[in-house]
């Protein structure tokens, strides 16, 4: 099995800005997904002393994990990067496949599956990678960005020494920062001088493992309050609701009677009344300390695996979409009505172009997406939930985020008369309001007040409503993608359809072209009066445009296999390549290609059905052709008349035609990937 192997800086940078000149496009996401801001309205808002240029990024999971994943959340528009779980065991097993969109979302997939030290170099490659993007005029007037940390999952793995340089290296980043600006390459040269930030975050998230229990909860984040001086957010849990509520609303309300929420589940997390308690108390530890504190709705919902998709091993998974949103929307609720406005609340459950405008209504910031992104479509859906917060807003005359919770429900007048207010400054609040006026020149000192009481009666409306509506239930959501009961092959597909490219949230999945066409197949026989050629069929190429899988970005999730409408899985059936032949050499399980340089000679190793057998191409020079039990080297467009070296029996060139199609394809510096991007640097000068 292929394990996560970071992209160096100097590959993806190239390839990111070579992209976006040839390509108009970025990790093969078209530029017409990019989200460049508004000049009218003013989406922003401020968290914990830091600005986010807009209330939407990806939560923290398989968007994430690696640079490139952060780096499309950005050009979608995410400004807030809630960075992938870190914890103190780094030699997981996490099973495959992880990832389950079938219908409404499930995982057993629950943390980082790199070290410690390569996660810390990811998120500072990342945002080093968004000021490169911003440097060159990207986004211009929309860059603010956030990024939170995410930890889990016992107090001593977070006051450990690895997890505690975890966290003091994304608050001084300075020393990763000049490592990583040295590998910048040459024909980048101009951003090499960026004075990147080294202080990339001081938000943390606390990610808190199903059934911890609340003392260990609280102390945890005292610690990262006071010990670490960390601004901080506790991720809550959907138990929370209680055995009766919650159960209630999922089977009676949205019809998922199938799925059981394990009654451990409800006696090993925390109750109510003790998170109740135990927020009062951080929240006035993080006041006299001087740091931001909140809580997040919500922690995925843990349920009894009944599915065949994962593993037989997993007897439980984790629900998250359409469903979680109701459940963490009523948890909400719940909150405010103890707390008010008091804390800041996070929110991520079952967020889409539907819902992420009301969500936004409720001043619940930010507002993050993790389950929708991995639908069709990947990243490319994540622009229309900012046009809908747009267009939600130009509807009602909102300019910015307070007055568009002021005026998204109409209960601005109401609220305005619950403050009190009177005489002018009270009628200049209800004519900015009527007129679609400036409602912060007209309120002043009391617009927070006013805002803090329209969310309140924004979150009563929406939760009322959201409870009988029908979309969220399971009969909207029982469907899964259509499968047509063919087998995937290595090479062309049956349905033409891309799916798997844009439902990797790694851009794991690239396509690459191969001309269509019959290729003669032979079969070479070593003779004592010399070489002979026998028929040996043909390969058969239907279709231009073909498919292929860079290991080391591909986790084998499943989720391409998810969405694919053929059998086998692309991750698993279509060419795999690594980013080094040790890579290769290593994953000896699995098919695939690995490309090298030596000199002027391009190498190629392939693994066809466990064999392997090896390409070398010299400009100027017969390919060489070797494997089990022969080495040859010839011409293919003359094999036979061509060919010399020595083969213990009669030698099939039908994998070399393959390897030969595939290293045209792949390896053509204009192919815009990570292995011709790799080959392309190789192959430069030494500075």
């Known amino acids: 099995m292929a394990e996560l192997t970071p992209i160096p800086i100097a590959i993806l940078a190239t390839r990111l800005f070579s992209e976006l000149e040839q390509k108009k496009a970025a990790f093969d996401l078209p530029e017409r997904f990019f989200y460049a801001g508004s000049s009218t309205r003013d989406l922003s808002l401020n968290l914990h002393g830091s600005r986010a240029a807009t209330p939407f990024g990806p939560a923290a999971g398989p968007h994430t994990q690696l640079a490139q994943n952060i780096v499309l959340s950005w050009l979608c528009g995410g400004r807030f990067m809630e960075l992938k779980t870190v914890q103190i065991m780094e030699d997981l097993h996490i099973p495959r496949p992880c990832i389950d969109m079938q219908t409404v979302g499930f995982n057993v997939e629950w943390s980082q599956e790199l070290k410690l030290d390569q996660s810390l170099e990811e998120y500072v490659k990342a945002s080093m990678l968004i000021e490169m993007l911003q440097a060159s005029g990207m986004a211009a007037?929309?860059?603010?960005?956030?990024?939170?940390?995410?930890?889990?999952?016992?107090?001593?793995?977070?006051?450990?020494?690895s997890v505690r340089g975890f966290l003091t290296g994304l608050m001084d980043?300075?020393?990763?920062?000049?490592?990583?600006?040295?590998?910048?390459?040459?024909?980048?040269?101009?951003?090499?001088?960026?004075?990147f930030r080294t202080r990339i975050s001081d938000t943390l998230t606390l990610s808190t493992f199903h059934g911890c229990?609340?003392?260990?909860?609280?102390?945890?984040?005292?610690?990262?309050?006071?010990?670490?001086?960390?601004?901080?957010?506790?991720?809550?849990?959907?138990?929370?609701?209680?055995?009766?509520?919650?159960?209630?609303?999922?089977?009676?309300?949205?019809?998922?009677?199938?799925?059981?929420?394990?009654?451990?589940?409800?006696?090993n997390d925390p109750k109510w009344e003790q998170i109740v308690a135990i927020v009062e108390r951080l929240g006035s530890l993080a006041s006299g300390l001087g740091r931001g504190f909140g809580v997040k709705f919500s922690n995925t919902?843990?349920?009894?695996?009944?599915?065949?998709?994962?593993?037989?091993?997993?007897?439980?998974?984790?629900?998250s979409g359409l469903p979680l949103h109701v459940l963490a929307m009523v948890l909400v609720r719940r909150f405010r009505s103890v707390f008010g406005d008091r804390f800041p609340v996070s929110f991520s459950a079952g967020i889409d172009e539907g819902n992420f405008a009301d969500a936004v209504a409720l001043g619940l910031k930010p507002v993050t997406v993790c389950s929708d992104l991995l639908k069709a479509g990947g990243y490319g859906r994540a622009i229309r939930y900012l046009k809908a917060l747009e267009a939600r807003m130009d509807t009602v005359g909102a300019r910015n985020i307070d007055e568009f919770i002021v005026r998204a429900f109409g209960h601005g007048e109401v609220a305005l008369k619950g403050l009190g207010l009177a005489g002018e400054k009270a009628e200049a609040c209800r004519l900015a309001l009527a007129g679609k006026g400036d409602l912060a020149a007209a309120a002043g000192a009391?617009?927070?007040?006013?805002?803090?009481?329209?969310?309140?009666?924004?979150?009563?409306?929406?939760?009322?409503?959201?409870?009988?509506?029908?979309?969220?239930?399971?009969?909207?959501?029982?469907?899964?993608?259509?499968?047509?009961?063919?087998?995937?092959?290595?090479?062309?597909?049956?349905?033409?359809?891309?799916?798997?490219?844009?439902?990797?949230?790694?851009?794991?999945?690239?396509?690459?072209?191969?001309?269509?066409?019959?290729?003669?197949?032979?079969?070479?026989?070593?003779?004592?009066?010399?070489?002979?050629?026998?028929?040996?069929?043909?390969?058969?190429?239907?279709?231009?445009?073909?498919?292929?899988?860079?290991?080391?970005?591909?986790?084998?999730?499943?989720?391409?296999?998810?969405?694919?409408?053929?059998?086998?899985?692309?991750?698993?059936?279509?060419?795999?390549?690594?980013?080094?032949?040790?890579?290769?050499?290593?994953t000896r399980d699995r098919d695939g290609f690995?490309?090298?340089?030596?000199?002027?000679?391009?190498?190629?190793?392939?693994?066809?059905?466990?064999?392997?057998?090896?390409?070398?191409?010299?400009?100027?020079?017969?390919?060489?052709?070797?494997?089990?039990?022969?080495?040859?080297?010839?011409?293919?467009?003359?094999?036979?008349?061509?060919?010399?070296?020595?083969?213990?029996?009669?030698?099939?060139?039908?994998?070399?035609?393959?390897?030969?199609?595939?290293?045209?394809?792949?390896?053509?510096?204009?192919?815009?990937?990570?292995?011709?991007?790799?080959?392309?640097?190789?192959?430069?000068?030494?500075?």
């Open 213 to 267: 229990p609340p003392g260990e909860i609280e102390a945890i984040a005292a610690f990262l309050l006071r010990e670490m001086g960390l601004n901080v957010v506790v991720k809550l849990n959907p138990t929370l609701l209680g055995r009766e509520a919650l159960r209630e609303i999922l089977h009676e309300r949205l019809g998922y009677t199938e799925l059981q929420v394990p009654d451990a589940a409800f006696d």
């Open 301 to 319: 919902l843990l349920v009894k695996n009944h599915k065949a998709f994962f593993p037989a091993t997993e007897t439980q998974m984790y629900m």
């Open 446 to 586: 009391e617009l927070p007040a006013w805002v803090s009481a329209c969310l309140l009666r924004n979150t009563e409306t929406y939760v009322d409503r959201l409870l009988q509506e029908s979309r969220y239930g399971k009969a909207q959501h029982a469907a899964a993608p259509r499968k047509v009961g063919k087998p995937l092959a290595l090479l062309d597909c049956a349905v033409a359809c891309n799916q798997c490219l844009p439902v990797c949230p790694n851009d794991a999945n690239f396509p690459f072209v191969i001309p269509q066409g019959t290729y003669p197949v032979e079969r070479l026989v070593r003779t004592p009066a010399g070489w002979r050629s026998e028929p040996a069929g043909a390969l058969v190429i239907e279709r231009h445009r073909q498919l292929g899988n860079f290991a080391d970005a591909c986790n084998e999730c499943g989720n391409c296999d998810v969405f694919c409408p053929q059998d086998g899985g692309p991750y698993l059936a279509k060419p795999r390549f690594f980013g080094s032949a040790a890579a290769w050499k290593a």
């Open 141 to 161: 007037g929309c860059a603010d960005t956030v990024f939170d940390m995410s930890v889990g999952y016992d107090l001593a793995g977070i006051s450990s020494p």
């Open 594 to 687: 690995a490309f090298g340089l030596d000199g002027d000679t391009l190498i190629v190793h392939g693994r066809f059905d466990g064999e392997e057998v090896l390409l070398e191409q010299t400009p100027g020079r017969k390919l060489r052709y070797a494997g089990k039990g022969f080495d040859i080297r010839l011409q293919l467009d003359d094999p036979v008349g061509s060919v010399e070296g020595q083969a213990e029996g009669a030698v099939d060139l039908r994998r070399l035609r393959i390897m030969d199609l595939i290293r045209i394809a792949v390896a053509d510096p204009k192919a815009n990937n990570f292995i011709s991007t790799g080959l392309l640097l190789a192959a430069a000068p030494a500075p």
């Open 173 to 195: 980043a300075s020393t990763v920062v000049e490592r990583l600006r040295a590998q910048i390459p040459p024909a980048l040269a101009r951003f090499r001088d960026l004075p």
